[in-house]
């Protein structure tokens, strides 16, 4: 499975700095609906839907650069924030500087997003019909900090630790 570490906050992206407004097509090409990044109920900054998303939708791709899994583990070490997905044994994507809605998506344990890995792009799905002004949210699997951080999404089966 791929990895996925916590990617709510950037010290350098700003809220609403990737948003567009409902009924206009204002979209970066990785968001396939409009998004807008905010203040979070779950940690730092969210990605929250401007739109209606229907269940089973692609929503947009993560995008970042290409790395190996080995700089990507040395990128990891000692941040505090780390927007990094390995999409192979070999391979990573390091969204820190990207500036795509995507990857302030927060954990979830009951998330309406899943993450797949396909062809080396990490994409989002809707697993539900989503809501306008809903936060979007995955599950993160198996991250970096393995069960060392505490997961605050506050669903009903919460597991508790990333």
Do not use: W
């Not at 990891?76 to 044994?89: D, F, L, P």
């Not at 799905?125 to 970096?144: K, N, V």
């Amino acid at each position: 499975m791929p990895r996925l570490s916590p990617i709510p906050c950037a010290l350098n992206v700003k809220p609403d700095a990737v948003s567009a407004t409902p009924g206009k097509r204002d979209l970066q090409p990785a968001e396939r609906f409009a998004l807008r990044v905010g203040d979070s109920a779950i940690d730092g900054l969210g990605v929250f839907a401007l739109e209606a998303i229907p269940v089973r939708r692609k929503i947009g791709e993560l995008r970042g650069e290409s790395i190996s899994v080995r700089e990507a583990r040395r990128r990891a070490k000692g941040r505090a924030r780390i927007h990094i997905v390995e999409v192979s044994e070999t391979r990573a994507v390091d969204a820190t500087e990207s500036t795509t809605a995507l990857r302030n998506i927060n954990h979830c344990c009951a998330p309406n997003a899943v993450l797949r890995i396909s062809q080396g792009r990490v994409e989002f799905y809707a697993l539900r019909d989503i809501e306008p002004g809903e936060e979007l949210t995955c599950h993160y699997g198996e991250s970096h900090h393995e069960g060392r951080l505490s997961c605050r999404c506050g669903a009903a089966n919460c597991s508790g630790r990333l």
